[in-house]
């Protein structure tokens, strides 16, 4: 994945996939998961959209290919003019390595601190697991 500081941001306030995509990024990609097999249109996802928002599929085409542009989306084939599209990454994959993306971003940070947390973290995992027995 090539996401870095210059494509990426984490957004606090967010649950899920949208603390690292925005809404419609986010949207697209579920969609992609879903119904990429093994691979997906603009028009396949557009259909699929617009029936959960009013949205043009020149909207959906262009953040298809800011997706590919960050990686996410690979474009492997052309149907007439239509650009088919797979994910680069699969859902789990994705999230994990953006995980570690964030995780080695706070750590090279705010070393002390990650430490600090992650020290305080196990020792709240180990008292977890002792009252489960």
Not at 118 to 126: D, G, H, N, R, T
């Amino acid at each position: 994945m090539r996401l870095n500081d210059d494509n990426a941001s984490f957004r606090f306030n967010q649950k899920g996939l949208r603390k690292f995509l925005g809404d419609l990024e986010c949207e697209i990609m579920e969609l992609v998961w879903k119904l990429a097999n093994p691979t997906v249109t603009v028009r396949e996802v557009f259909d699929s959209l617009k029936h959960e928002r009013q949205i043009a599929y020149t909207t959906v085409m262009t953040t298809m290919v800011r997706l590919s542009e960050k990686g996410l989306l690979k474009i492997v084939d052309k149907v007439g003019l239509a650009n088919c599209y797979m994910p680069a990454y699969e859902r789990d994959e994705f999230i994990n390595t953006a995980v570690k993306m964030v995780l080695e971003i706070f750590t090279s940070q705010f070393p002390r601190e990650s430490q600090e947390f992650f020290e305080a973290y196990q020792v709240k995992q180990a008292r977890k697991a002792q009252r489960k027995k």
